[in-house]
């Protein structure tokens, strides 16, 4: 069974074309993203998915009420028939309607050591707290602001000189690893929710 993905955004893809790359190398197996939604008109996260032939749809959020809004996000979700909806950069939040109807079916990325530095610009958050460690997080989203039980992170040392930039750089390069592997482990049946405990198998 071929697992069907819809991807939110807002804004350059660079998740978006990691999850790609992953699908097109067979490392994401049995999968294909169906569509791609963006809140923003010029996000360039919409060329990309244009450019790898898969439909990319713009929702002005300026024509919808708030309610209207996620029933729209609902509609085009239910006609791509999706299976998990991922959101990648997409800076705005889930309305319960959203969450209810695929409840444990969506992934967000988030750059930082979840329950720390919520919200956004985590990595300035970070660097100005003065960590030595941060990171990223690949969680499923429920109604909370990230909040929903966690799949997989990976820490990313701070170091001598580092600025919010570089360590920005760097937490992105381990996104670009860590969501396609939380997305295969999903697509291959091997994530079970415990509580808030995410169980991984191999």
Known sequence: ?????????SGRGSNLQ????SIDKGYIKNATINVVISNKANAYALERARNHGINAVFLDPGEYGRDEYDKAILNVLSQYDTDLLLLAGYFRI???????AYRNRIMNIHPSL?????GLHAQKQAFEYGVKV??????FVDEGLD???IILQK???????DTEETLTARILEQEHVIYPEAIRLFTEGKLKIEGRNVVTGT
């Not at 069974?1 to 991807?7: D, G, P």
């Not at 990691?18 to 790359?21: E, G, H, Q, R, T």
């Not at 941060?134 to 969680?139: D, K, L, R, W």
């Open 1 to 9: 069974m071929t697992v069907k993905i819809a991807v939110l955004v």
């Open 18 to 21: 990691a999850v790609m790359d």
């Open 94 to 100: 889930l309305g319960n309607e959203i969450i209810k």
């Open 114 to 118: 979840l329950p720390a530095f919520k």
């Open 134 to 139: 941060a990171g990223c997080t690949v969680h």
């Open 147 to 149: 909040s929903g039980p």
């Open 155 to 161: 820490c990313v040392p701070v170091l001598t000189g």
